[in-house]
């Protein structure tokens, strides 16, 4: 996993709440037995029309935006518990996903790929929307250690949470595996009081 | 303070506590399936890690199974590789496979109950969200991903922080003609796709002390679809009586020391939940969904409400739906009964006592996708199927099937499906379809009819528990 300290993008706007991981990645893809190439399938049916081509009115079509940093409506990732759909936002370029809401599978998925989960209040994320619609090349800064979101086109900030081990694991780029492996001893000896 | 059946069951699992974080947590069981897990395998193998105890796994091929001729090779190359990639994983790592074609093999959700594998009490893993089924045992049952699905490979144990706890409570008798399907709807109908995230739900009054392993298993099933992690309804003596004598349960005086601690798990009279809500069951009626979230339910007899929501007319669109219309007799070309939602043997009971004596409907193509190969064959043995062929149903074989369409059973573009699966996202069903989720009955009615009907009109002389 990359390490994760500080991230400042131009950021895209999916003003779209209850986005489900079924619309980040459909089902017909996740025939991959590795995690290659789901960037490319990123929200297909939204990206794409039906002959193939460019919607061009879907956001990540739409010139002006790009980035690293998706700003998202509430509850994103709901549904469907597939790795896939971080795997396909960290495979198409997105290090950040900022929503006043993340479905709880979602959350681990991401952060176990090094794609932070950075949730804002209601009000914030519409401030958000509406700079970055209003000025495309506004950049938004995500300080991991300060826990902090902020935006250069006005002074207003927010703070956010992140469980303290998982943000050690982000900015040192380690994994649970690591962690899990380092216990096998306690874990053998809760073994051993199971009847 | 007295503790809930969720605290018993964490507590008794807990190997360590991280100051400040997150707990290491034991798993007894681990389920896997050919979508989830390939990933976690290589992951493992390229880290030099062994699977840490392979006989606490049972797997699976569900998600991407043709559900017609099972016996002949897989036609799509990548399906075809996804399942040979788990044979050998399964293989090289001494994990039981009960692959397609096996008297076993099914849906993750279905088959596992019907083998025992899954026991009150326990911590149960899976890489797909509807691992939620299997708390209808009292277990603490969750979806996990990849990532932790590598993690429980290499360690028997996940790290995590505690969820709060919610308690949704029904208490009454239900009406003829509604389902397990349809409370659940109506939980969620009215709590809305978010309530639980961050929880764990028990389910608790006398609707679940009276339901059926199968109709607890449909609720538990959707606990997901408003955002709990799980759901679980306390063990009791229907539990006891499922899971005795099953393959992997225990025997003889084993099975009665494991059910005297089985009793001992119930939510204590005193203990204090983080939130409750209580419903009647007097008030749930059949349900149905209208939009692209399960969510989006209402009493099949009502009107689709009004809501300015850019979300909500965003959703209304794809449907092609409007605001305030009632969607009794809209035309349906498409039904589904299958799904780990409601592909047991009770539901395809409840379809054929209605279905019996009618005739499916011309414009209707009907499938009828049982949860495992066990279900399958109590159809057969139990006559159902013949009910089927006779009205003009298609009794195909296990598997996911059409509820998420990945191998070739797709709804076509702008299609309505009435299902009893548990997802109305876009596309789910296959791209551009519309789906619109309902009871195994209402989707029977529905094939009927060809298009929906009030059923608790047409089921005055019939009794449906
Ligand atoms: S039946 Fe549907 S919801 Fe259930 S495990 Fe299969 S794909 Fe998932």
Redesign the interface.
């Known amino acids: 996993m990359e390490k994760f300290t500080i991230v400042t993008s131009s950021a895209i706007p999916l003003d779209i709440a209850n986005v489900d991981t079924d619309q980040i990645i459909p089902a017909r893809f996740l025939k991959a037995t590795d995690k290659k190439g789901f960037g490319d399938n990123l929200f297909r049916d939204w990206r794409f029309n039906e002959d193939g081509l460019d919607n061009k009115y879907f956001t990540l079509n739409n010139k002006d935006y790009s980035g690293s940093i998706l700003v998202a409506g509430h509850n994103f990732g709901c549904g469907s518990s597939r790795e896939h759909a971080a795997w396909a936002l960290v495979g198409y370029g997105f290090k950040v996903i900022v929503s006043s809401f993340f479905a709880d599978i979602f959350k681990g998925n991401a952060l176990n790929n090094g794609l932070l989960p950075v949730q804002v209040s209601k009000e914030y994320i519409n401030h958000l929307i509406y700079e970055i619609k209003a000025n495309p090349n506004v950049k938004l800064k995500i300080d991991l250690r300060a826990q902090q979101i902020s935006i250069s086109s006005s002074k207003r900030f927010e703070n956010f949470n992140i469980d303290a081990y998982k943000k050690a694991c982000m900015i040192n780029g380690y994994d649970d595996i690591d962690y899990l492996l380092s216990k096998r001893i306690e874990i053998e000896a809760f073994e051993n009081t199971l009847s | 303070m007295g503790k809930t059946l969720f605290d018993k069951v964490w507590d008794a699992h807990v190997?360590?506590t991280?100051e400040?974080?997150?707990q290491?947590l034991?798993i007894d069981k681990h389920l896997i399936h050919e979508?989830?897990s390939?990933?976690a395998f290589?992951?493992l193998e390229d880290?030099g890690?062994p699977v840490f105890r392979p006989k606490q796994i049972i797997a699976t091929a569900d998600?991407?199974t043709p559900t017609i001729n099972q016996h002949l090779p897989i036609k799509?190359a990548?399906?075809r590789?996804?399942l040979e990639?788990l044979s050998i994983n399964c293989k090289k790592n001494n994990v039981t496979l009960y692959q397609l074609g096996h008297k076993y093999n099914g849906i993750v959700h279905v088959m596992a109950p019907e083998l025992g594998f899954t026991q009150p009490g326990m911590t149960m893993v899976c890489?797909?969200?509807h691992t939620s089924t299997h708390g209808a045992f009292g277990t603490i049952a969750f979806?996990?991903?990849?990532?932790?699905v590598?993690?429980v490979f290499?360690?028997?144990?996940?790290?995590l922080?505690k969820p709060k706890s919610l308690r949704v409570t029904v208490n009454g008798k239900l009406k003829n003609g509604v389902l397990p399907k349809d409370v659940i709807l109506y939980i969620i109908a009215k709590l809305g796709?978010?309530s639980g995230?961050?929880y764990f739900c028990e389910y608790a009054g006398e609707v679940f002390d009276n339901m059926s392993m199968e109709g607890r298993m449909t609720i538990c099933n959707m606990s997901i679809e408003m955002?709990a992690?799980g759901g679980m309804i306390a063990p009791d003596q229907t539990t006891f009586d499922y899971v005795e004598g099953k393959e992997y349960a225990p025997k003889g005086d084993a099975f009665d020391?494991k059910v005297a601690y089985w009793r001992t798990l119930p939510t204590d009279v005193d203990a204090v939940f983080n939130k409750e809500y209580t419903f009647d069951a007097e008030d749930i009626e059949p349900m149905i969904t209208y939009g692209t979230?399960p969510g989006m339910g209402i009493k099949i007899s009502e009107n689709i409400p009004h809501n300015k929501?850019?979300?909500f007319v965003?959703s209304l669109e794809y449907m092609d739906f409007e605001a305030g219309e009632s969607l009794i007799n809209k035309e349906i070309n498409y039904v589904f009964i299958g799904s780990c939602t409601n592909s047991r043997i009770e539901d395809f009971r409840v379809a054929a006592k209605y279905i019996k004596g009618k005739q499916k409907a011309d414009n209707v193509t009907a499938w009828l996708v049982p949860g495992s190969k066990q279900v399958e064959k109590q159809i057969i043995e139990e006559g159902l199927k013949t009910v089927f062929d006779t009205a003009g149903f298609e009794l195909r074989q296990p598997g996911c099937s059409a509820c998420?369409?990945?191998n070739d059973d797709k709804i076509p573009?702008g299609e309505y499906c009435v299902s009893t699966s548990n997802?109305n996202?876009?596309?789910?069903q296959g791209?551009?379809s519309r789906t619109i989720l309902a009871s195994p009955l209402v989707a029977a009615a529905t094939a009927i009819a060809g298009k929906i009907i009030d059923v608790t009109e047409t089921i005055k002389t019939l009794e449906f528990a």
């Open positions: 190997v360590d991280k400040n974080g997150p290491v034991y979508v989830t390939p990933q290589n992951e880290r890690i998600h991407n799509d990548l399906s590789n996804q990639q890489g797909d969200s979806g996990i991903g990849t990532s932790q590598a993690q290499a360690s028997q144990c996940l790290l922080t796709t978010n995230t961050g955002g992690r020391k979230n929501d850019a979300s965003k998420l369409a990945m573009q997802r996202f876009e596309g789910r791209q551009g």
